[in-house]
């Protein structure tokens, strides 16, 4: 089984940053595409960024120039640079792994517990 855990969450006033991370860990064979989801309360989680393994990046338009998503291969970390936060941008925060446990296995998509992020003055 593949663990992912977030952290750097937490509350941040309008128009400041934060950096999340979140680390796999477990059997892994290898990690296809990561990426972070949000889900803010009465609404339905939606995709924030997503990277693939080879350094591929696309990004919601609602955090494009703002969010940068980033990956560090050989510590199966991806990480998530928010600048420029909006009160809007409050919601937990999740991440996820398209990854294999073995070398045949099939491709398996992995959830972390989620960080909280809220924007607030």
């Known amino acids: 089984q593949v663990q992912l855990v977030e952290s750097g969450g937490g509350l941040v006033q309008p128009g400041g940053s934060l950096r999340l991370s979140c680390a796999a860990s477990g059997r892994i064979f290898s990690i296809n595409a990561m990426g972070w989801y949000r889900q803010a309360p009465g609404k339905q989680r939606e995709v924030v960024a997503r990277?693939?393994?080879?350094?591929?990046?696309n990004y919601a338009d609602s955090v494009k120039g703002r969010f940068t998503i980033s990956r560090d291969n050989a510590k199966n970390t991806v990480y998530l640079r928010m600048n420029s936060l909006k009160p809007e941008d409050t919601a937990v925060y999740y991440c996820?792994?398209?990854?294999?446990?073995?070398?045949?296995?099939?491709?398996?998509?992995?959830w972390g517990q989620g960080t909280q992020v809220t924007v607030s003055s």
């Open positions: 996820n792994a398209e990854a294999k446990i073995y070398y045949n296995s099939d491709l398996q998509i992995y």
């Open positions: 990277i693939t393994s080879a350094g591929s990046t």
